[in-house]
Structure formats: C-alpha cells, structure tokens
C-alpha cells in the first residue's frame, strides 16, 4: 500500500506545465468572474439563482458524474474485465427519466433539495432521515475515495508526493466552491467537460491507431480473451450476471440519477421545466461518452500489452489510463490530458462539497432556525462547505489505511445497498397518490436496517467468502448473494412493504399534495406539463434510447 505514496517522475516536460497552467489560469478567471457577480441569496448561492442554460446544466451533470476513480477505474474495469461494466455507462437513457418523469414534480414543488421535496410529499420525518443519510453517505463514500483516488492520479502525473496533491487539489477546489457557490461549481463544471472530454477522444484515437484500429483490437483481444466484448455475462457470474448488471444496476441508476442532490441539484438550477429537461437530455448524450472515452482506452491497453509487452506493460489493471497518457500522447497533449483527469476529481470534489454544504443548510440548519437571515444562511453555507473539505482531508489518513483492501469494495456495495428503499419511495410517491407518510418512513428505515444487516454479515464472514468456503444457513447465504442481485430482492421488499403499509393506513390529504403526484395534478398543470417540451425534446430522447439499445445489441461477444 505504501508505494501510492512515494514521489513518482512526472510524466510532463516543459510544454506540458505551460498548457496545464493555461488550464488552470482559465479555471481561475471563470471562478473570479462568477465570484465578482456576487451570490445574493440562498438561491444564487445554492442553485445558481435558477437561470443557467440546457448546455451548461448538461455538461455540469456529466462533470459531477465522472471522477478521477470513474476514469481511471472504468479504463481499469475495461482492461481487466472487458465490457460488462458498460452496462452502468448505459444509464443515459434514465438522465431521460430524470427529465422527463421526476423534474416536472420537482420544479412544480419549489424544493431546492431533495429531503426538502420528501417532506413536501410526505413529511418531516422522511426529510430529516434522508437529510442525515445523505450527509454521512457524501463523507463515507463520495467525499473520500474521490481525494483517495484523486491524490494518487496527481501524485503520478506531477510527481508529486501524495499528500500533497491530494490537499492541494481539496484546498484549490475548496476555495472557489466556498467563495462562488453553485455558479462556480457549475460554470468551472462546463469548462472542466469540455476539456476532459477533449483530451479522453485523442487518447482513443491515438490508441487505435497504434492497435491497427478497430477489427484488429476486437481480433487481438478475443484471441486472448474471448468474453472481453461481451455484456452479457450468465446468471451465475460471480462478479457480472447480466440480471444484477441490467436490472439491480436501473434499481442504483435511478437513486442516483432522479433521487441523489448530488446530480439533481444541477437540473434545479434551471428557471423551468424545459430547460432542466433540455439540459437533462443533453446529460444523458454526454452520458454515452465514458464507454467511448474511458471503457474502450482499457480495452485498447489490454490490446497493446498482448501486441507489445516490452513498451506497454501495465502492472495493475488501474494503471490501464496513465500508461497510455505516458506512451501516446504528444509533449503539449500529455498537458492537456493531465488538465482533463484533475478536471473530472475538482468536478466532483466541487459538487459534493456544494451538494453537502446544500442540504446543511437548508434542510437541517434552517429547520433548526427557522427564523435566521438569507445572509446568515449564505455564511452558515459557506462554514459548512469549509467544514467538508477539513472533514474530507482528515479522512485521508483513514482511506491510506483502508483505501486497497476490502473496505474500498464495501463503499463501492453500499450504494446498492443504499439505493433500493430510497428508489422505492420517490417512484411510488410520484406514480401513486395513495403512498402516505407511513409507508414513506417505514420503508426508508426498513431499508436502513437491511442495509446494516447486508454489511455486516458481509464483513462478519469475509474471511470465509474470499476463501472461497461453502457453510450452510441462511445468514451465510445472505451475505453472498452478488450485491447487484441483493439491490434486486431489497427493491422488492421495498415496493411490496411502502404499498402494504399505505394500504393498511390512512390515505393522505391530497390537497395538500396538489401537483406531487400523477393524481394529483390540476388540469392547468396538465396542460403546463403538455406545454413543456417540443418535437425535437422528444426525437432526441427516442434517437438516444435506440442507441443504447444499439450498443446493448452489438457488445454480444
């Protein structure tokens, strides 16, 4: 574990440090112009005063979804495992869902987080559970492996002890996150995509250009590895069955797609329906990329290592991406690569710190001091930004210590875990009417204890799950189950228990859910809602959802 934290040779030569300081001075004037525009209110503060564009609330979707451990961990899943992984790539067509079934309800609510928008549903019991959870979750999960995984990537680009990339960049991204707000997140956010997205084509150009293009890697690696194109692995896969991939992996996609404040914020920031969901619809194009940019390089590496070892060795499968940044790229392109990979860690850095901060203020501090000032507010959002990034840097040392082993794969379960209750009650609680405050809370503890039960077990028989033992009982048969499976049965419950617990209670006052749920809309917003989007909104979604099928059809082995 020790050797992440030795100073590595940077890979970057004169030219490089003048285009990545080019970067990094127009990633500065974007936060000083937002932070000269000044943040009057809560709202400017936390959802950029409701006015930013389709384009920018797309981009700063995919920037806020791809962090430096999603690029280099899906060119990694890519080298090792080939295309199964591709399957969470594919979850643009539920960005669509975002857009076109939950934003309506959202933007109708007025909520500007997604606790505050449960207890408008439901009530405030659900608001303060999911205000919690989500806060503990950020820092557990998000917070930490995005500095872990993001020291490391700097550490080996810059050559750069670790430590000190992975405070450097929290710091740099503190800072602009604190003084601008969610403007700053966002606008850098648009900035960051384009640059990323730049440098990750050039890499897979290059690439199949030196593998002989794409026949030649598809022969390559198939001779090698005859299921490296294949997504749809059996039921009985260990670590990929299709079931848990296809359905377990939408069950995930739309807690974190529709339900998560870390990515709905950004749609909140628009000053209407039609914008979000513009916005949503070009998130979801965006959305396609990461298979292209990040999954294929790690194919096209694993091709380049059987063709010629000598010059493309990879010592671990997450070295798949730097190796072909060291090896491919012109001096000047290696700049703007290295630019791109620190991009994808700030954007995430930048939107979990403001989604935190968001749901502090608003959904605990203000609900604890109803009466306290929008200036106030501001500067209770700016302590609490403040607070995560001292929070995220303290959990440094902790994620030294268990960032290779077996907890790292835990954070990465848990959000399947987390996923199936949270699901169950926002689509419930929009399609059905009938769901009350009841059955909301029950179901969201419910799944808090499955997921406590799930983990525990899990790590209680760890030493005999790696060694491959077969005890029987039913506890030992829980804890084994594939975690994508077990976001299957626990959705189940969920669904099963939230309509027998509404059922079985009073019905709610559906006055004072007016246009929260499908059968609680008024004709005027119908009609609104009919008015929302154009025929082009509607032809984009459709072409998307057939290239997703098309790529689902083509990846068959």
Known sequence: MKNNFLVAQSVLENLDWVVLGIYFLALVAVAVWVVLQKNKNTEDYFLAGRNVGWFVIGASIFASNIGSEHVVGLAGTGFESGTPMAHYELH????????????????????????????????SRSRWFLSLFSLVAYVLTKVSVTIYAGGIVVSELLGIPFWYGAIGIVIFTGIYTVIGGMKAVIYTETLQTVILILGSIIITYLGLQEVGGWSQLRETVTTVSPDHFNMWRPMSDPNFPWTGLLIGGTIVGIWYWCTDQYIVQRTLAANNIKIGRRGAIFGAYLKLLPILIFLVPGIIAFA??????????????????????????????????????????????????????????????????????????????????????????????????????VMYQYLQNVQSYI???????????????????????????????????????????????????????????????????????????????????????????????????????????????????????????????????????????
């Open 304 to 405: 380049l290592s059987i063709q010629n070892p000598e010059v493309f060795s990879v010592e671990k499968a997450d070295r798949a991406f730097p190796m072909l940044v060291k090896t491919l790229l012109p001096v000047g392109l290696k700049g703007l690569v290295a630019g791109g990979l620190m991009a994808a860690l700030m954007s995430s850095l930048a939107s979990v710190f403001n989604s935190c901060s968001t749901i502090f203020t608003i959904d605990i501090y203000k609900k604890l001091k109803p009466n306290k000032s929008e200036k106030s507010l501001l500067t209770t959002g700016k302590i609490a930004t403040g607070f995560i990034v001292v929070l995220g840097i303290i959990w440094i040392p902790i994620m030294e210590k268990i960032g290779g082993g």
């Open 92 to 123: 643009a067509w539920i960005v669509l869902l975002l857009g076109w079934l939950f934003l309506p309800f959202y933007i109708r609510s007025g909520a500007f987080t997604m606790p505050e928008f449960l207890e408008k549903r439901f009530d």
């Open 419 to 557: 996923a199936p209750p949270v699901t169950a009650v926002f689509l419930l609680g929009i399609i059905w009417k009938r769901v009350n405050s009841s059955a909301a809370i029950t179901t969201l503890l419910a799944g808090l204890g499955l997921l406590i039960i799930r983990l525990s077990s899990e790590i209680y028989y760890q030493p005999q799950i790696a060694a491959g033992e077969n005890i029987d009982g039913f506890i030992y048969s829980f804890a084994t189950i594939n975690f994508a499976h077990m976001a299957i049965f626990m959705f189940i419950f969920s669904v099963i228990l939230c309509i027998s617990v509404s059922l079985a209670t009073t019905a709610p006052d559906y006055s004072l859910i007016k246009g929260l749920s499908f059968g609680t809309l008024t004709e005027e917003q119908r009609a609104a809602n009919k008015n929302s989007y154009d025929r082009i909104d509607v032809v984009l979604s459709v072409i998307l959802v057939l290239l997703v099928i098309g790529v689902l059809s083509y990846f068959t082995g």
